[in-house]
């Protein structure tokens, strides 16, 4: 859960930054924001393979 707040936290930031045009201070939470995107993608992925293959299937991929 902490992932999602994060992303919506970075978010605003960007927006925030990017309407008083700064764009120097916004390549800050868009560096974190790209961070806290593939930290989603390593945690989505395997559920996304154990809801196809079934845990069983899944575990035994990873020895």
Excluded at 15 to 27: H, S
Excluded at 48 to 54: G, K, L, P
Aim: net charge negative.
């Amino acid at each position: 859960m902490h992932h999602v707040y994060a992303i919506k936290s970075h978010t605003q930031d960007i927006k925030q930054t990017g309407d008083v045009n700064d764009f120097a201070t916004r390549e800050i939470p868009e560096g974190i924001l790209n961070n806290e995107d593939a930290h989603m993608d390593k945690i989505e992925e395997p559920q996304e393979q154990i809801e196809q293959m079934s845990l069983q299937i899944f575990l035994s991929t990873r020895t």
